[in-house]
């Protein structure tokens, strides 16, 4: 990505979004897996986001895990409709950074980059692409 600010709080506490087209097709990308993942029980992704708390446990706290579940709908779909504003709110921004964060979690998780090794042997597409969401993050956590 350029040197530039992606994203810049404003005076007025708002956040201006600066992706180009090719960052906001990741933006994109990641927003739409995480809500897929939640609605759909065949997505990769899905088993890991709706696993229990403490997997050690065999019973887990159900409300707390509707709880979760429903912060990360709830986050993901915010995030996801509002993918193409030019400014977002903080609570906008928030649910940005919580489901990029889901984002690069289950990408890194989803094809095995679980250790330094599997990282240096990952594909250079696969590499740019959580490198790319990280840099997103950091940059956005900066507007906090």
């Known amino acids: 990505m350029s040197k530039n600010k992606m994203f810049i709080k404003r005076r007025d506490g708002r956040i201006e979004v600066r992706l180009n087209d090719a960052g906001r097709a990741i933006v994109y990308e990641a927003f739409g897996h995480v809500v897929a993942a939640e609605r759909d029980p065949e997505h990769d992704w899905h088993r890991r986001l709706n ?21 990360i709908s709830t986050n993901a779909e915010l995030a996801y409709m509002t993918r193409n504003e030019e400014f977002i709110n903080e609570q906008e921004a928030w649910a940005w950074l919580t489901t990029m964060q889901i984002a690069l979690r289950e990408t890194a998780a989803s094809n095995g980059i679980l250790s330094d090794e599997k990282w240096e042997s990952a594909e250079d597409v696969l590499r740019n692409q959580i490198q790319t969401l990280q840099a997103f993050l950091f940059e956005l956590a900066e507007c906090f």
């Open 51 to 71: 696993a229990p708390i403490d997997p050690s446990s065999d019973d887990d706290n159900p409300l707390a895990m509707l709880t979760r579940q429903s912060q």
